[in-house]
């Protein structure tokens, strides 16, 4: 099998392959153009007559759960990252299948971090034969020096539900690490000593996913309340000594910035938001967790404090900060994706305006509608941006895999979108003629602000409108460019070959951007 | 194996400069290694402009080590230039083309509410300061350079002052003590330093030194330019010289005080009420005014703490203070809100100036505001209100045809 094959150029001029891992692919064709028909894929038939009646489905260990769940070659296996830096289960996964000798898996998990390092010998000695999910850091180096077997898949966290959904990926075995669970497989993030907020993100894995094994550290008898995961989509409950470090949950990037330029930046953006008349009695927003978005989250609680408003509610990615808008009246709901800190979690098991949601809710391209087109404004990073306000958040300017898409894409629909960026990070210009790799069309990018000065997508004649009197530097794109490599130089481009080693998904499932592999 | 020189910082932490490493070798020939962070984006430009410099200053062998994170270029020159000169002796300085945005010169009498100290060898601090919008960006050479770097500063600074856009803000450097500062001149006076401070001042003869070395660089350039100083008092004796010190020269426009040292100095403990201190701010203050220029307080060294600098910027108003130094960025707006004038403030002046204005077109000798009688200082003061208003975009330059206009 070819690891890829029949490369056309797709509606955004990128040339991408249209047969990945041997499946056919569909390349990009615009926003709104990929309409699937037909019917969602299902998964087979369960009874209960097959499962213990006394609801006691506790396994021994991990690896009899995986040997029962019928772990073989070629297998799909799916996780979560709640757990963040702290997921302990992944790695024993595959451990256990590199210890039964079984080949050529597909990861599926909802995103990858630095603690599945160690993974990386068992995409070398062939356990596992590609990742389709986010690679970070070491392994997205890994990725990008063409080491992996199989051609890397990068999809949303709305991209992710909708492939469960139509079939395009199936799972075979999904291991749900769950803080809190019961023997019948009920599981719930928002208590335990690895308490991690929510499990949303394996709401599909569950739902779909041929075999569902729940791995705990707490086992509480039936009932375990709130069950975020139900149990009828149970097959087997493990109880290990630790299910997660509960330390390494805490994502690094939940503080506000000390950071003088960029409180500058979230200041800009709170003002222009503001100017523009975004900010309202009313309002909602999403702002991701690094620590400028954060700031602007503060701004934001200041204006609406001032003028006595209220948002209606914030799309998060929770921590302490939404968390006391909610508790002091600023906004009505926090409609939460995934929780940050510990302040998020005990939130949500205390607040009844603090909901959690999941990718279906929130991002899904099969859903009747999804929560992420209603948000008057979303608040997003980039590590590139050109000239035509295409954006890549997935890779360095030096060509490495870097981040994962996370739900950057989905967040895109909001009814205005901003990236507040520095114009340069240590001499690396991030507005460039063209995108390393194109991650979203520039029709979805608003506004891209500066230190330097702002500019507004000459799509949004509104925004140009409205922010026609404003102290803040409005200027063009191209200016913006200019005026990084005024101070930092015209960048050389990286170097890579025409070997195809990942593809980025839309959120549709068509195939929007190739990452090839870097000639080091 | 030859003596090797080296500049720079490397690290882990370290971001926006370079360590570099040079040593004269026996046999032909340059052997250039560079390590860099953008090695893919800029490896080429970096290893391009280092040969420039090598052959700029004339060296044919040599080892020259780069260890870079990201310098800009005047960055990396400035790196390069101070090794080499540890090693080789010359007249010769390697110096891309002044910024046009650089080329501006300020006023005596200038709105100097505040000024931000930068540390002269920290190039990654320097590169986004102007943007934050400070009337001053003060490059230190002094107290925030270690012993050791002292050398290499000196062509960072130089550099900085060349091609490191300021976004207007005047241009400061604060030279070593006199003597030993008298040498930090020739990096600064003939590369657009607007400003001097000169530290740890204790007489008129030390601000005649330094005016002596500006006229004689000026004199061998055939150059000049205003160039302000801005001595520091920071012991008892300077306090006691401050308006000898204030007075000593037409260019000294602003008197200012450094607490640390002069309480140091004095055997206390500062302290946030500040009494201790009360004499010497007042007398530094006095001897400022006497001698027609700015009193400048000194810096508020708890940047996390913004409602007790607020107070502080009010206490230093009401005494007579017209601006502040800082050191870090984000305390700039709280000093320029609060050493403005506020709305009652502007109000009052306004109708004072508008009252004089009045008796003079109308010939009368006494200015009246309602049944009261205004004085001369009372006009010039709120004169200066209006200015400072308008210079800091409070009060529009055409207020007294508005104000008129309102009165129709």
């Known amino acids: 099998m070819k690891k890829y094959d029949k490369l056309v150029k797709n509606a955004a001029g990128r040339m991408v392959p249209t047969e990945i891992n041997g499946e056919v692919q569909v390349p990009f064709m615009g926003i709104g153009k990929f ?61 256990i299948a590199h210890e039964l000798g079984v080949k050529n898996l597909r990861w599926f998990p909802s995103a990858s971090f630095p603690c599945h390092e160690p993974l990386i010998k068992y995409l070398e000695d062939g356990t596992i034969n590609r990742i389709e999910g986010s690679m970070n850091g070491i392994l997205g180096k890994f990725c990008s020096q063409g080491r992996m077997q199989g051609v890397g898949v990068l999809r949303s966290h709305g991209g992710r539900y909708q492939a469960i959904q139509d079939g395009e990926v199936q799972i075979d075995i999904a291991v749900i690490a769950a803080p809190t669970a019961d023997p019948f497989g009920n599981a719930t993030g928002d208590r335990g000593p690895a308490a991690c907020g929510l499990l949303g993100f394996a709401l599909g894995d569950s739902q779909y996913a041929d075999k569902v094994i729940v791995v705990t550290d707490n086992l509480v008898p039936f009932p375990c309340i709130p069950w975020q995961i139900h149990g009828n ?34 200041e800009m953006t709170a003002q222009f938001c503001d100017e523009a008349g975004i900010v309202r009695d ?3 927003y999403q702002a991701g967790s690094g620590g400028t978005a954060l700031s602007i989250g503060i701004y934001f609680s200041e204006i609406l404090k001032k003028r006595g408003w209220k948002a209606r509610f914030i799309r998060a990615g929770s921590n302490k900060y939404p968390v006391q808008m909610l508790e002091e009246g600023l906004v009505d709901y926090i409609l939460d994706g995934q929780t940050f800190d510990l302040e998020g979690v005990r939130s949500m098991r205390e607040n009844d305006g603090h909901i959690n949601t999941s990718p279906f809710t929130s991002y899904n391209f099969h859903g009747k509608g999804n929560f992420a087109s209603m948000v008057d404004v979303v608040i997003l990073g980039a590590t590139e941006v050109d000239v035509n306000f295409n954006a890549n958040v997935v890779s360095h300017s030096d060509g490495y895999l870097l981040h994962g898409i996370g739900g950057w894409q989905n967040c895109l629909f909001s009814k205005c ?19 390393t790799t194109l991650c979203a069309p520039g029709e979805l990018i608003d506004v891209i602000i500066t230190e330097r000065g702002i500019a507004i997508n000459p799509l949004r004649t509104d925004l140009i409108e409205k922010m026609k009197n404003t102290t803040l530097p409005i200027v063009t794109i191209q200016d913006l460019k200019a005026e990084a490599e005024k101070i930092c130089g015209v960048p050389a481009k990286p170097r890579f070959s025409d070997e195809v080693v990942a593809v980025i998904k839309w959120v549709d499932g068509t195939v929007i951007d190739a990452v090839r592999k870097v000639i080091e | 194996m030859g003596k090797i020189a080296t500049a720079g910082n490397k690290g882990k932490r370290v971001r926006s400069d370079c360590f570099v490493s040079f040593e004269l070798t026996e046999n032909e020939g340059i052997e250039l290694r560079l390590e860099s962070k953008v ?32 310098a800009l270029p005047y960055v990396q020159t400035a790196r390069i230039e101070a090794a080499i000169k540890l090693l080789v002796e010359t007249d010769k300085n390697f110096l891309f083309d002044v910024f046009e945005e650089n080329k501006f010169e300020t006023r005596k009498d200038q709105n100097r509410f505040s000024r931000l100290y930068l540390p002269g060898n920290t190039p990654s601090l320097m590169i986004n300061a102007g943007l934050h919008k400070p009337n001053g960006l003060i490059l230190d050479l002094e107290d925030a350079v270690a012993f050791d770097k002292k050398h290499e500063a000196r062509f960072m600074v130089r550099n900085a002052l060349r091609n490191l856009n300021f976004y207007g803000a005047e241009k400061m450097v604060r030279i070593n003590q006199v003597p030993k500062g008298l040498e930090d001149l020739d990096f600064l006076v003939p590369h657009g330093v607007n400003l001097i401070l000169v530290p740890k001042c204790e007489s008129a003869d030390q601000i005649k030194q330094v005016n002596d070395r500006i006229a004689q660089i000026h004199a061998e350039l055939k150059i000049s330019r205003p ?23 037409d260019n000294v426009v602003a008197l200012a005080i450094g607490l640390e040292d002069y309480t140091a100095d004095l055997g206390v403990k500062r302290t946030a009420a500040g009494t201790e201190s009360f004499f010497a701010r007042t007398q530094v203050v006095n001897a400022a005014k006497a001698a027609g220029i700015q009193a400048i307080d000194s810096v508020f060294s708890d940047v996390g703490d913004m409602e007790g600098l607020k107070q502080n910027v009010i206490t230093s108003k009401s ?25 009652t403030e502007i109000d009052k002046a306004k109708k004072i100036v508008n009252a004089f204005i009045i008796a003079t077109e109308q010939g009368l000798g ?19 209100t209006i200015n400072l208003a308008i210079s800091v975009g409070l009060l529009n330059p055409t207020w007294r045809e508005e104000m008129l206009a309102e009165q129709v």
């Not at chain 1, 209960?48 to 769940?69: F, M, Q, R, S, V």
């Not at chain 2, 006494?366 to 200066?384: C, E, H, N, W, Y």
Request: hydrophobic share 40%; with cysteine; aromatic share 6%.
């Open chain 1, 35 to 95: 309409i699937p028909t037909g019917r969602k894929f299902a998964p087979r038939i369960s009874s209960c007559a097959n499962y213990p009646a006394d609801g006691n489905k506790t396994i021994e260990n991990l690896k009899e759960a995986l040997i029962k769940a019928g772990l073989k070659d070629g297998m799909t296996i799916s996780t979560h990252h709640h757990f963040r830096n702290g997921d302990v289960i992944a790695n024993q996964i595959f451990d």
């Open chain 1, 233 to 266: 989509y149970v097959d087997y409950v493990v109880v290990v000594d630790k299910v997660g470090l509960p330390e390494k949950i805490v994502s690094g990037t939940t503080e506000v910035t000390k950071s003088p330029d960029r409180l500058l930046i979230a």
């Open chain 1, 282 to 284: 009313g309002f909602s």
């Open chain 1, 417 to 435: 979108t901003i990236l507040p960026i520095p114009l340069f990070r240590d001499r690396i210009p991030v507005v460039k003629d063209e995108v």
């Open chain 2, 39 to 70: 090695k893919t984006l800029y490896g080429k430009d970096i290893e391009q402009l280092a040969l420039d410099v090598l052959k700029f200053f004339d060296i044919k062998n040599c080892i020259l080590e780069i260890d870079d994170s990201g």
């Open chain 2, 227 to 249: 160039i302000w100083l801005m001595p520091i008092i920071e012991s008892a004796l300077g306090v006691i010289k401050s308006y000898e010190i204030a007075s000593a020269s």
């Open chain 2, 319 to 343: 005494l007579g203070f017209d601006g502040m130094g800082c050191i870090h960025p984000r305390q700039i707006k709280v000093i320029h809100d609060n050493f403005a004038p506020d709305a």
């Open chain 2, 366 to 384: 006494v200015v009246s505001l309602g049944t009261k009688m205004i004085d001369a200082p009372v006009v010039k003061r709120a004169q200066k």
